[in-house]
């Protein structure tokens, strides 16, 4: 029975994002001079690089604030197809590019392209909360590939081939993971390609994280490894996570033509176009900036090593050491608490912020998030460790 006739009937499946609440919960608490430690946050605690943030002064000094066309700038869009050949072997020709406010957008409006009312999007499990909540938006139906901690919470393609059905439209891929930190190998996707192309199965890529990779890793474009492939993949991707630009809103995708033709008439109807200011600074960032990103990813591996330093001797917690993005998805299962009366309770009684893991669909783990210093994260850990005791 429908709860509220008031609004539409497919809000009443849609929950509010629990990422955001839980960051902006915690920001709030510190403003307010409480001593919160936030191992929640789903953003890099650098500051956005300042070459980047003088191209948006000029940007707005020059009068550059207007629409500008639906799909993005010009040049940007010439700096991302660019960015594409050279980063990740993949030809998106500029009008194959439509960018958007924010990665998550791309997403959202790739899922409202491809999806119809139940037709089915499968995805691994953890997946990202914002996922299933999309589907939900476009009447679509998800269906979850459960993975576990012993396989890296790593999809394999006999789960695959297992979940398909006749109305699967789409399939998710996120490497590296948020929540789990997973990466995909080259040989890995492959398989999964091979059986997407067979079915004629599209691939959403969300390559967010795809610049915060461990031990030299190297993060594989799925689009890139054959043609058949290709032609069913939306490649997504932004600058939130490269540049420390959450704010600026602004991400991408690259998809086969009828797909980003059908996504620039959605998004000309929905926001018009992204801010002209935060593109002109995303053209600069892609331009370079020298070794931001680089020394990003040092400061995140450190970080990285030292939680799991610290996770190592909290008997009640197991985890493994993540090799993308910067969260570390931790079983709790031996605490006897669930995810949520884990979170609340920490937060409630030693002042720490975490992720419930139920968010990203297992209520046996929690998220923790590295993308703070290694004070605070230390002084986090710690009081988790004598909370548990
Ligand atoms: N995908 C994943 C997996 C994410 O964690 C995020 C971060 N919010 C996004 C997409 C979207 O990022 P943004 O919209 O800030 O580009
Ligand atoms: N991606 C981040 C997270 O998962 C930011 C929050 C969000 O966009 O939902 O925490």
Redesign the pocket.
């Given at each position: 029975m429908r709860v509220n006739t008031r609004l539409a009937e497919r809000l009443e499946k849609v929950s509010a994002s629990v990422t955001l609440a839980i960051t902006s919960g915690a920001k709030k608490l510190k403003a307010e001079g409480v001593d919160v430690i936030s191992l929640a946050a789903?953003e890099p605690d650098f500051d956005t690089p300042d070459y980047i943030k003088q191209a948006a002064i000029e940007a707005i000094n020059n009068g550059f604030t207007k629409y500008t066309p639906t799909t993005g700038i010009p040049e940007l869009k010439k700096a991302i197809s660019e960015k594409f050949r050279r980063d990740n072997s993949l030809k998106y020709e500029p009008n194959q590019i439509v960018v958007s406010c924010?990665?998550?957008?791309s997403?959202y409006n790739a899922l409202q392209v491809l999806v119809d009312k139940d037709d089915e999007v499968l995805m691994p499990s953890p997946y990202?909360v914002s996922y299933p909540e999309m589907v939900n938006l476009c009447q679509g139906v998800s269906r979850f590939i459960k993975t576990n901690i012993e396989s890296g919470f790593k999809i394999e393609v006999s789960d695959l081939q297992r979940h398909i059905s006749s109305k699967t439209k789409v399939l998710i891929i996120?490497s590296p993971s948020?929540p789990t930190g997973s990466v995909y190998s080259g040989d890995e996707l492959r398989s999964i390609a091979e059986v997407c192309a067979k079915r004629k199965i599209f691939v959403i890529s969300?390559e967010?994280y795809e610049k915060l990779i461990y031990q030299g890793q190297k993060a594989t474009s799925i689009a890139s490894l054959k043609d058949d492939i290709y032609n069913l993949t939306i490649t997504v991707s932004?600058l939130?996570k490269s540049y420390a630009m959450?704010g600026w809103r602004i991400?991408y995708l690259g998809a086969p033509q009828d797909v980003s033709d059908a996504i620039s008439k959605l998004q000309s109807h929905s926001t018009s176009c992204p801010s002209s200011i935060s593109q002109k600074a995303a053209t600069a960032a892609l331009g370079g900036g020298g070794d931001f990103i680089e020394k990003m990813v040092v400061e995140f591996e450190k970080r990285r090593d030292f939680a799991a330093g610290k996770l190592d001797r909290i008997p009640k917690i197991s985890y493994t050491k993540p090799a993308g993005a910067f969260y570390i998805f931790c079983n709790i299962s031996k605490s006897g608490l669930d995810s949520v009366n884990f979170a609340t309770r920490l937060l409630e009684e030693a002042s720490v912020a975490v992720v419930p893991g139920v968010a990203f669909g297992d209520d046996n783990y929690i998220r923790i998030s590295f993308a703070t210093s290694i004070e605070e994260l230390g002084k986090g850990l710690d009081r988790m460790a004598s909370w548990l005791k």
């Open positions: 789903g924010g990665a998550k957008h997403i990202w996120n948020n969300d967010i932004g939130s959450t991400g």
